[in-house]
């Protein structure tokens, strides 16, 4: 089974503070995808990458950047944290194409990030 | 761009009873459908999914239909146990999306009562 991991579980940080949220995950697929999660609002996309070096803004990519230096790790960066960025941060991947079978996207269990 | 939204936002059933969540999408041209089922302290994952050019699809107790006309999509579970409850997402794909770019309704937390 694939499996997608996110380094932390719960995060506190501090207003202002550069946070790191890193995933790694298992099954060489080309896409990943950085979520928020928020009550009411649904899973919003915040950025994407299709290959190495290669990143796409999602719908809220403000005050967010990413990076991905090997295919398996996609790392989401708070440049200065703030506490409207207080959220449930998911990570997904999938295979790349239009393939029927490639568009499942396989989810890691989440950081809850606390910025206070 | 797409604009998903989800009702309804929480909804309680009997053991056995069904449940049925809507979703209505704003792109036309949008072609897939995905429903993601999330368990508490887990992330989600793909339960049952859609293509534009089917109208209904059921696996075991749990079916989804696709009105195009209409644009909305609906989830249905049947015979619902305990298990079932979770937070139940639905997404839709549009054509001009880039890397399997999904949009997400807003969610909707199943509670299914013994």
């Known amino acids: 089974d694939v499996k997608v991991t996110q380094s932390s579980r719960y995060l506190v940080k501090r207003t202002g503070e550069k946070v790191f949220l890193e995933c790694v995950q298992d099954?060489?697929?080309?896409?990943m995808f950085w979520y928020r999660q928020d009550p009411g609002l649904g899973l919003r996309l915040i950025y994407f990458?299709?290959?190495?070096?290669?990143?796409e803004k999602g719908d809220i990519p403000e005050g967010y950047s990413v990076s991905r230096e090997k295919k398996e790790r996609f790392s989401l960066i708070l440049e200065s944290a703030s506490t409207n960025q207080t959220s449930m941060y998911l990570c997904?991947?999938?295979?790349?194409?239009?393939?029927?079978?490639?568009?499942?996207?396989?989810f890691g269990s989440g950081t809850q990030l606390s910025v206070l | 761009g797409e604009n998903v939204e989800q009702h309804p936002s929480t909804l309680s059933v009997q053991e056995g009873d069904s449940a049925v969540i809507k979703c209505t999408y704003s792109?036309?041209?949008?072609?897939?459908f995905p429903w993601y089922k999330q368990e508490l302290g887990k992330g989600p994952q793909l339960i049952i999914d859609?293509?534009?050019?089917?109208g209904e699809k059921k696996d075991q107790r749990i079916a989804v239909t696709l009105n195009k006309t209409a644009k909305h999509f609906s989830l249905h579970i049947t015979e619902t146990q305990p298990e079932d409850s979770a937070v139940y997402f639905c997404?839709?794909?549009?054509?001009?999306?880039?890397?399997?770019?999904?949009?997400f309704g807003g969610g909707t937390r199943v509670l299914v009562k013994p």
């Open positions: 997904a991947s999938s295979l790349w194409g239009a393939v029927a079978t490639n568009e499942k996207l396989f």
């Open positions: 859609i293509r534009s050019n089917v």
């Open positions: 099954m060489d697929h080309e896409n």
């Open positions: 792109d036309s041209a949008s072609n897939y």
């Open positions: 997404a839709a794909r549009g054509v001009k999306a880039a890397g399997n770019k999904l949009t």
């Open positions: 990458s299709y290959d190495v070096k290669m990143k």
